[in-house]
């Protein structure tokens, strides 16, 4: 199966930055749809941004749009969050999933594969 491998949490103090990375095994990467999701204790993964497979396919939900990024390199099979300016509710754990079902879109619904997540910490 394909598998997805999350980095670079951490600890980071509100207002700061952070970038979280994902590396994807398989080799029809450039075929999938993919995403960035957090989950908070006791509630649902949500989508926080999406890239589809044709770049400039994407999404970010409404609170994070205009300070997170996401980006995706083929090539390298990864992908990439940019997130700025982080406030204390977005500290969460962050899952990047994917899905190869030919649509340019993901949701939770949709998702394939998912990554083990990565922590973030945002400290007040």
């Known amino acids: 199966q394909v598998q997805l491998v999350e980095s670079g949490g951490g600890l980071v103090q509100a207002g700061g930055s952070l970038r979280l990375s994902c590396v994807v095994s398989g080799r029809t990467f450039s075929r999938y749809a993919v995403g960035w999701f957090r989950q908070a204790p006791g509630k649902e993964r949500e989508l926080v941004a999406a890239?589809?497979?044709?770049?400039?396919?994407?999404y970010y939900a409404d609170p994070e749009a205009g300070r997170f990024t996401i980006s995706r390199d083929n090539t390298r099979k990864k992908i990439y969050l940019q997130m700025s300016d982080l406030k204390p509710e977005e500290a969460d754990e962050y899952y990047c999933?994917?899905?190869?079902?030919?649509?340019?879109?993901?949701?939770?619904?949709?998702?394939?594969?998912w990554g083990q997540g990565t922590q973030v910490t945002v400290s007040s």
């Open positions: 890239i589809g497979r044709t770049y400039n396919a994407t």
């Open positions: 999933a994917a899905t190869n079902s030919g649509s340019d879109s993901i949701s939770r619904s949709t998702v394939q594969f």
